[in-house]
């Protein structure tokens, strides 16, 4: 176990050492890796890098001052009073283990107007237990802002030059749009193996991203190949022993040349051709679903986007629509994305509705704020904007917003809608060629909006009946 | 070695008892100040004296194991000093640990104190924290028996 911390105390002079002494003679008796940042009247000491705060399983933060945690954003965080640290150092190495990962600005889940797309999945960075689904979480946390990028300039540059993007400017944006679509794939591979080996995996797991994309192998290839580059580092870490006067070779020679020399063969005599098969085939199948099976496929991402507002099943659906988009060539668009968008863009603008229009005085006055700037969310896909109402009642608006946003995913594949972008919400109904049977498109979108607002409004009122609501 | 001269310039021998009086926290902190201010380290005693209880509010300086580090940081101070005081009969402190403070280290530290001094201070603090460094400072003679064993 590798483990940083910071103590601190108000006065600085004292408490700050004696802590960090402590905790550093606890580690050493239990076989921890520490290393000590001293924030004292001395300054800051033994400074951590952020190399080392990559590699850690976790953060100690001892100190009765205001320390600054951002450069923890995504790790185990313990935060206790200095004291603690001085006087019984070896349970917080217990405490940490299952300390609550740190979030940047935590209050921003319940701020509607915080827009990130992918809060939850970023925070998982470098959390050591988080298991097979963490790691791939990571790797696509990382991946969805290069595709969001790629997908809009894409679609800006039709709306600059037509369908086929005539004209430099056009051409330019268009060129930029595939470049950053094509980092898709490496991006995913790559920190995949970052978040299970750490840095010495970003070099195979990029490499992998690159060849799955060169043999379209796609999403499947990529992310196979990221696990096995993750993998494949971390038993060399284990098992390549070096003299030490040699050590200073595995981070920079031995261990990016032997694991790529090692994943990219196994990629590309291995595993590739089956699952560059295995992908055409799930294209193909998509491809070819029609009817009521294709409905059925938008019911059940619809539900997934609302029933945990972009947490990890919303984003598993999200993903399955932008993947869906890597197979399309210029031009086409992808009715599963149109499905997972639109379903998405449900809660927060059925709960707008709910609350600025339909049931105003079932809502706190707070909540009301949080229903305007709702609307503009909505419209721009972004599902977090209905987590303020959805952390003050959980069960009543996940289960509301659910049902709207599987009938409006369901519509929207009955209506054979699609989408060439993954993101950009209503915005992106404007641009021509983005959008197939845009009118459709929107009247699924009012219907299951519509559906969930007077469900969340009738449920509601069923709870605050004959009661008064907090203003 | 300058650290080591430096150990002995903040904490020279005149500020150095093996045998505290006082058995009760705010009089055992006022005795070895008084000895800060015999040195003429300070020019204000009350206010520094205030400077460290307002310090004790906080969370008590007794740290467990039979010591306290009690401390103030305030313009009355003129020099930063290191006051030693070593009670036979147990001081009551209200510690971490609950138990009586026999060895007492009583710092002062002007506002703009020299990186220099706290870097000692600090290391002061860390040794405090092994058994066998406390039990040498419980067995010490002379002052000079003290010194080694933060030179070491």
């Known amino acids: 176990m590798k483990i940083v911390a910071i103590t601190s105390c108000s006065t600085g002079i004292a408490h700050t050492y004696m802590a960090a002494e402590n905790l550093e003679t606890a580690a050493k008796k239990l076989g921890v890796e520490i290393k000590v940042e001293t924030q004292g009247s001395i300054g800051v000491e033994n400074a951590l890098t952020s190399a080392e705060i990559a590699a850690a399983d976790g953060v100690i933060i001892a100190a009765s001052t205001t320390v600054n945690k951002d450069r923890f954003s995504g790790k185990k965080l313990l935060d206790v009073d200095v004291t603690e640290a001085v006087d019984h150092p070896e349970e917080l190495f217990e405490r940490v283990k299952t300390a609550p990962v740190y979030q940047e600005n935590k209050d921003s889940s319940n701020d ?115 696990f096995l580059a993750g993998y494949t580092v971390l038993a060399m870490k284990k098992w390549i022993k070096l003299p030490s006067s040699f050590s200073g070779l595995m981070p920079i020679l031995i261990i990016p040349l032997i694991s790529t020399l090692f994943v990219g063969l196994v990629m590309k005599f291995i595993i590739g051709t089956p699952i560059t098969a295995l992908n055409k085939g799930i294209t193909a199948w998509l491809n070819s679903l029609t009817g009521v099976n294709s409905v059925l496929l938008g019911l059940i991402l619809g539900a997934m986007m609302a029933i945990d507002l972009a947490g990890p099943i919303g984003k598993a659906a999200y993903f399955f629509g932008v993947a869906s988009l890597t197979n399309l060539s210029a031009g086409q668009t992808s009715p599963i994305m149109a499905a997972v968008m639109v379903s998405g863009m449900v809660p927060p603008l059925a709960l707008a509705l709910s609350s600025t229009v339909l049931g105003k005085n079932l809502y706190s006055k707070d909540e009301r704020e949080a229903g305007k700037s709702a609307w503009v969310l909505g419209l721009s896909f972004i599902s977090e904007g209905a987590i303020p109402f959805a952390a003050t009642d959980p069960i009543r608006v996940l289960a ?60 509601k009122k069923m709870r605050y009946k004959g009661k008064e609501v907090n203003a | ?106 710092i002062a530290v002007p506002e703009n104190s020299s990186n220099e001094h706290l870097q000692i201070l600090s290391q002061i603090a860390r040794k405090l924290m092994h058994e066998e460094n406390r039990q040498a400072i419980l067995r010490a003679q002379s002052p000079e028996e003290l010194y080694q064993v933060f030179e070491n």
């Open chain 2, 1 to 106: 070695m300058a650290a080591d001269f430096a150990l002995r310039k903040l904490m020279p021998p005149d500020l150095i008892t093996f045998d505290l009086q006082a058995t009760e926290k705010v009089a055992a902190i006022k005795e070895l100040a008084q000895k800060i201010k015999d040195a003429k380290q300070i020019n204000d005693l009350d206010t520094y004296l205030k400077a460290v209880f307002k310090r004790e509010e906080e969370y008590t300086t007794g740290i467990g194991n039979g010591v306290a580090i009690p401390h103030g940081k305030t313009a009355a101070v003129l020099k930063s000093s290191l006051a030693f005081g070593r009670s036979n009969k147990g001081i009551t402190y209200n510690s971490m640990d609950n138990k009586p403070v026999y060895l007492m280290f009583l």
């Open chain 1, 400 to 459: 509301a917003m659910t049902v709207g946003s599987a009938i409006t995913g369901g519509l929207s594949m009955w209506f054979k809608c699609g989408i060439a972008v993954p993101h950009g919400g209503f915005f992106v109904f404007l641009i021509p060629g983005a959008v197939s049977h845009v009118l459709l498109y929107v009247i699924a979108l009012v219907v299951g909006t519509v559906i969930s607002g007077f469900l969340i409004t009738f449920l």
């Open chain 1, 112 to 226: 509607a107007s915080a827009n990130s797309t992918e809060p939850q999945a970023t925070n998982n960075v470098g959390n050591k237990a988080k298991g097979i689904y963490g790691h791939l979480m990571t790797g696509v946390s990382y991946m969805i802002p290069f595709v969001v990028a790629g997908g809009i300039c894409t679609a800006l540059a039709f709306a600059v030059g037509g369908i086929n993007a005539h004209g430099v400017l056009a051409q330019a944006i268009s060129k930029l749009g595939s470049t950053a679509m094509g980092l898709m794939w490496p991006v995913l591979a790559g920190y995949t193996a970052f978040s299970i080996a750490d840095r010495p995996g970003l070099v195979p797991g990029m490499v992998a991203g690159m060849l799955s994309s060169s043999m379209n192998a796609g999403f499947l290839g990529a992310l196979l190949g990221g």
